[in-house]
């Protein structure tokens, strides 16, 4: 109720600057500040033309493939890292460089190797979260509990049975921490790309809601996109995290 009543209380701000600045004093176009009302029309608008469920579609395949990709090859990558001394020692501070890097700046690359084709926008969204993942892959399973791979070591536990049973479990809490990072990362990184060369897709929305001066268009495309994320954090993460801590007892049933 309490965070229901700070919504409304935002719009209304958001109606009472809008009659201020824009209705009263006129310091503002329409154009450029636009009322609640105004982005609710155009949100229903979008909805009625289906505009926004095409777009929601295109967006939510690409980011469904790029980040599956890199996922798989994060996890494999933060592996082999652990696994292997050589990789640990030189291949890791190329990848914290890389990690610092903004993924906006793989477009170019993405543009000369697959041209303005879905391939480029796959390519960026997977390369946005690849770091995030494997970086977080390689951290969990170096500070799991040493205590526990020798007691799983004692039982018997090796190879590929301790890795399952106890150093992943284990480190857990430091993967999913670098999923939900590297979702993120991914998502911005596909929002760019849509944004600049896609044919659908809430970037693409947003973009010809700017091209057309229609700042209703931009702010409603905004707030699905807000939308998505917290859907995504609601559906999967958050109860990925909680599992995660009732486990190892962080939270109480």
């Known amino acids: 109720m309490k965070r229901t009543l700070f919504y409304i209380a935002l719009i209304a701000v958001w109606e009472l600057v809008y009659r201020i600045f824009v209705e009263l004093f006129k310091i503002w176009k329409p154009y450029v500040f636009p009322s609640p009302v105004s982005v609710a029309e155009t949100f229903l608008r979008l909805l009625e033309n289906n505009v926004l469920f095409i777009a929601i579609w295109a967006t939510t395949k690409r980011m469904v493939i790029g ?4 996922l798989i090859a994060g996890i494999i990558l933060g592996l082999s890292i652990v696994k292997f001394g050589f990789l640990d020692r030189n291949l890791r501070p190329l990848i914290l460089g890389f990690q610092t890097l903004p993924s906006v700046c793989w477009l170019p690359f993405a543009i000369l190797w697959y041209g303005l084709s879905e391939k480029a926008i796959i390519f960026v969204t997977a390369i946005g979260s690849l770091f995030s993942i494997t970086l ?5 399973i170096k500070n799991v509990n040493p ?3 020798k007691a799983a070591k004692t ?7 301790l890795y399952l049973n106890v150093i992943i479990p284990a480190s857990l809490p430091y993967i999913i921490s670098g999923m939900k ?4 990362f991914a998502f911005r990184a596909l929002m760019a790309g849509e ?4 044919t659908k897709g809430l970037g693409q929305v947003l973009m010809v809601g700017r091209d057309l001066a229609d700042m209703s268009q931009v702010i ?4 699905v996109t807000i939308i998505f994320g917290l859907v995504v954090e ?7 995290e909680n599992q995660i801590r009732l486990r190892w007892g962080l939270k109480n049933t």
């Open 67 to 70: 980040y599956l990709i890199s």
């Open 136 to 140: 977080a892959v390689e951290s969990g």
């Open 147 to 149: 205590l526990y791979i």
């Open 155 to 161: 039982m018997g536990a090796k190879g590929i049975t």
């Open 181 to 184: 990072q590297g979702w993120s």
């Open 195 to 198: 944004m600049l060369f896609a």
């Open 220 to 223: 409603s495309v905004m707030i």
């Open 234 to 240: 609601k559906a999967i993460f958050g109860p990925l």
